[in-house]
């Protein structure tokens, strides 16, 4: 179980609460974490990274265990404590614009 | 007794006006979307509780919402707006080629007959259309297939499709705008597209008379004359007599043709309303007095309406898609501002009175006449 915590805008879209869970088949990746939160939020598709080049949407952060991992690739595993659901992974809007 | 429902869409949030048709109390429903960016928000005519809303952020994207009854509750719809084939590129500021990309929706024009039928015009410039209430959204690829696609050009808001229009007597054909690429019409529902900007003078442009590139604001229509257009252009108040064939500036004397809304009146083909605005990089209205112009000829003549719209200090901007006019035996009509007013006049412009005040930038007005 991997738990996810949405930006307030993303949670009224999702109708969720701030932390949600989600689960990931194999490794636990940016990539695959924000495929299993699109599926079972269908709302949030296109909302966090572009639906056709499925990037990041530039004032869309991710963070993890104190760490940005906003650039890193999106295959790569994430940490053992997100993996294991100790640790959530932070979907942070950035602080911008007016 | 009849009831407007007046649909405001605002860089913070959507809001829903009623009044009862007298128009003197009025009911303020909002926030709702409370911190997005509601470029467009309207009602379909075939089912007034069908409401399209367009909210994005530069932060999330595009999202599509839907009510289907009248503003109470919405439901999320698709947001995929994928351009047919491969997108291509149109000219940058600079005049270099620029691939095509989404950015937001401006306009959502819902069909005149089916509920689940709507236009989409977005930017990069483009029209989507969706046949099952906004589950799918496909685009209408004729248009940017149109050999001109390549030189189209970004105005200062983006290369957005603002205006479209359908005509009430002709399912086939529909008008459409595009800043700054001029205004477009097809004949066969979409399939197919010819530039209609014969008679638009642009000084701005290499060659001003050219067939693409004007940066039309808006374009009005009268349903009992759809050959009959108003369009406000970057400068210049324009109409047609030949659904676009060619064209004749009106402006007449208007204390400035730069403006962007214009609209006409419910029960009188040939009164136009415009706000002018001083000027292209002055968007505030002249003498700090903010005048709606009335034309009861189609044009040329214009008399300004200012009783109860504030005549000093007044330095907002009308946006082009933020006036509009209601149905009722005396026509209403509507307008918002960037200071976050709304005004309406029940008299067809004679009188007006805000609204609210206070709301967030306005950047569009609708307006529903409820039996």
């Known amino acids: 179980m991997i738990r996810v915590v949405l930006p307030a805008h993303l949670r009224a879209l999702a109708k969720s609460d701030s932390e949600v869970q989600v689960e990931v088949e194999g490794r636990a990746t940016i990539a695959s974490v924000l495929d299993a939160l699109e599926a079972k ?12 080049t499925r990037q990041r949407r530039p004032f869309v952060r991710f963070f993890a265990c104190e760490e940005d991992w906003s650039h890193e690739p999106t295959d790569k595993a994430l940490p053992e404590a997100v993996t294991n659901g100790s640790e959530p992974l932070l979907l942070v809007g950035a602080i911008a614009g007016g | 007794m009849s009831q407007v429902r007046v649909l405001v869409g605002t860089k913070k949030g959507a809001f829903v006006l009623s009044a009862d048709g007298k128009r003197e109390k009025w009911e303020v429903s909002g926030p709702h979307f409370g911190g997005w960016e509601i470029y467009h928000m309207k009602g379909s005519p075939a089912d ?14 595009q999202v599509i919402q839907r009510s289907n009854d009248g503003g109470k509750t919405w439901e999320t719809m698709d947001n995929k707006f994928v351009y047919d084939g ?12 620029h691939p095509w990309e989404f950015k937001r929706v401006w306009h959502l024009e819902p069909s005149l007959t089916d509920p689940d039928t709507v236009y989409a015009g977005v930017e990069d410039a483009a029209i989507f259309r969706t046949a099952d209430g906004g589950k799918s959204w496909q685009e209408l690829p004729g248009l940017r297939a149109h050999g001109s696609g390549p030189h189209w050009q970004p105005g200062a808001g983006g290369m957005c499709l603002h205006t479209i229009i359908l005509d009430p007597g002709n ?22 597209w010819q530039p209609i900007n014969k008679g638009l003078v642009s000084n701005m442009m290499p060659d001003p008379k050219a067939e693409v590139g004007h940066c039309v604001h808006h374009v009005a229509m009268h ?45 009188e083909p040939e009164t136009v309303f415009v706000v002018p605005i001083k000027s292209d990089s002055e968007h505030y209205p002249p003498e700090g007095k903010l005048r709606v112009f009335r034309s009861r000829t189609g044009g040329e003549e214009w008399e300004p309406l200012t009783n109860g719209l504030p005549q000093h200090d007044c330095y907002v901007n009308v946006l082009r898609d933020a006036m509009a006019v209601d149905s009722l035996d005396s026509c209403g009509v509507y307008f918002g501002t960037t200071g976050g007013q709304v005004y309406a006049s029940p008299n067809g412009g004679d009188t007006w009175a805000p609204i609210v005040r206070d709301l967030p930038s306005v950047l569009s007005v609708e307006v529903q006449t409820l039996p």
Request: proline share 6%; charged share 20%.
């Open chain 1, 41 to 52: 939020y269908p709302t949030l598709q296109g909302t966090i990274r572009d639906h056709v």
């Open chain 2, 48 to 61: 007034p509780n069908r409401l399209y809303a367009s909210q994005s952020s530069g932060w999330f994207g």
């Open chain 2, 86 to 97: 491969v997108p291509g590129t149109h000219q940058w500021y600079d005049g270099t080629a």
């Open chain 2, 171 to 192: 399912p086939q054909r529909m008008y459409i705008a595009i800043s700054a690429a001029g205004a477009f019409r097809t004949d066969d529902g979409g399939a197919t």
């Open chain 2, 223 to 267: 349903r009992s004359r759809p050959d009959v257009l108003f369009m406000q252009k970057h400068w210049d108040v324009m109409r047609s007599d030949n659904a676009g064939d060619s064209w004749r500036e009106v402006s007449g004397n208007l204390p400035t043709d730069f403006g962007f809304a214009i609209d006409v009146h419910a029960h």
